[in-house]
Every structure is written in structure tokens, then in C-alpha cells.
């Protein structure tokens, strides 16, 4: 199946510093999509981005599906920033079965 | 819309003991998904359903894991025989294919803790 890696695995900023989390698929990718675990465990939605880019706020998302993968900005960052970032999405052939990656775990300091 | 529901949020268990979750989708959902995260992990895909038809399951999962989803809404998650590295959160997702036909945006619970002793 597919593979999907994250980097940095771990990161700590300054509140206000911007940082750039990293999405590497094994294989071509549809349905990808970025996702915000909270302290609390929930997951949100944050970017369904197979292809382009997109901004919302301080975040912005990048993929280039040609070579297989996929990049979230976070500028200004804040406390409540601080969580996991994880990226996901499925192959053409499967693509409804969506393969998340490990994480980037972010932590903001004031 | 209330989201996507899961209950109980949390379980605490004996090991061989049965545990049934539930998940209750976003209504207009087509699609839905059962995860397994563990600490420091990634949620790992467990199963998908579209409607009532179960279309796909992890090779994972074993054969005391068993989900339905009778009437295309609800689903249940149920663990039989219960082992302590089923101690887990277990994440519910939905999703609409006929929304915006070709994309797959997942809505996720706020999952079910698995505790088992």
C-alpha cells in the first residue's frame, strides 16, 4: 500500500515564527488532505489539496502531485497552533482507502 | 448537523471482555470510516463503508474485529476477546461522494478510548 512520510517528526517555535511541514507519498496520490489533531485528540479537517495551492488565514497548502508531494505554511504562529499535523490521502486505484502519515507534532511557545 | 458522533468516549475494559462503539455519521454521508490511533501514531485505516456495503478492510485487522453498518447510517464497531494492545482511540469519519463527486473530504469524531486492563 501506500506510504506517506512526514517531516520535521518534531518541531518547537517561538510564537510568530513560520515553519513549513513536509509530505512525502510513495506512490501518486488523490484525495489529499491535511489534517489538525488537538491537544484534546480531535481532528480537523484543515486542507483537501490533491493538487495546487490553497490558503486559509495563516495557513496556506501546497501539492505537487507530480512529485508526489505536499507542503502546509504556518505563518505568525500561535499557542493554539501547537498540536499534530498530519497529511493523508489514497492511491488512484484505491482511492477511498485514505493512508494517514505519522505526524509532525508542532509545539508553539509564548 | 451535530458533526460525527461516536459513543462511549471513553471505555475501560478487562481483557476478554466484549466492547461494541458506536458511530453515528454526518446525515447526509455516504461514506464511512473506522481509524485506530495509538500514542504518537497516525490513525491507521481499520475499514470503509459505503452505505451499508463494507467495501474495504485493513488486513490488520483481525478476526475479532467486526463493524456494520445495517441500515447505511449508524455504524458499530465491536472487539471481541479483548487484549490489552487493543487499547486504543478509536476515530469514526464520514464523508459525502455526492457532494463534490471525485473528492473524499473526511469529517472526524471525537473518537472512543479504548482502555483495556
Known amino acids: 500500500g501506500i506510504q506517506v512520510e512526514q517531516s520535521p517528526p518534531d518541531l518547537i517555535l517561538q510564537e510568530g515564527a513560520n515553519s513549513t511541514l513536509r509530505c512525502n507519498f510513495s506512490?501518486?496520490?488523490?484525495?489529499l488532505q491535511w489534517f489538525h489533531q488537538n491537544p484534546w485528540g480531535q481532528l480537523i479537517n484543515l486542507f483537501y489539496?490533491?493538487?495546487g495551492t490553497k490558503q486559509n488565514g495563516r495557513l496556506s497548502a501546497t501539492t505537487v502531485a507530480t512529485e508526489r508531494y505536499s507542503l502546509l505554511y504556518i505563518s505568525s504562529s500561535q499557542t493554539t497552533d501547537s498540536g499534530v499535523y498530519f497529511c493523508?490521502?489514497?492511491?488512484?486505484?484505491?482511492?477511498?482507502?485514505?493512508?494517514f502519515g505519522s505526524g509532525t507534532r508542532l509545539s508553539i511557545r509564548p | 448537523d451535530t458533526g460525527v458522533s461516536q459513543d462511549p468516549r471513553h471505555k475501560i475494559t478487562k481483557r476478554g471482555q466484549n466492547v461494541t462503539f458506536r458511530c453515528d455519521p454526518i446525515?447526509?454521508?455516504?461514506?464511512l470510516y473506522w481509524y485506530r490511533q495509538t500514542l504518537g501514531q497516525g490513525p491507521e485505516f481499520l475499514t470503509y463503508?459505503?452505505?451499508?456495503?463494507?467495501?474495504?478492510k485493513s488486513r490488520l485487522l483481525s478476526d475479532r474485529f467486526s463493524a456494520e453498518r445495517p441500515k447505511g447510517s449508524f455504524s458499530t464497531l465491536e472487539i471481541q476477546r479483548t487484549e490489552q494492545g487493543d487499547s486504543a482511540m478509536y476515530l469514526c469519519?464520514?464523508?459525502?461522494?455526492?457532494?463534490?463527486?471525485?473528492?473524499?473530504?473526511?469529517?472526524f469524531g471525537a473518537g472512543s478510548r479504548l482502555t483495556v486492563l
Open positions: 463503508f459505503q452505505n451499508e456495503a463494507q467495501l474495504e
Open positions: 469519519a464520514s464523508s459525502s461522494s455526492t457532494s463534490n463527486p471525485g473528492a473524499n473530504v473526511l469529517t
Open positions: 446525515s447526509e454521508h455516504n461514506r
Open positions: 489539496i490533491p493538487s
Open positions: 506512490d501518486s496520490v488523490n484525495n
Open positions: 493523508a490521502g489514497g492511491t488512484y486505484s484505491s482511492a477511498s482507502k485514505i493512508i
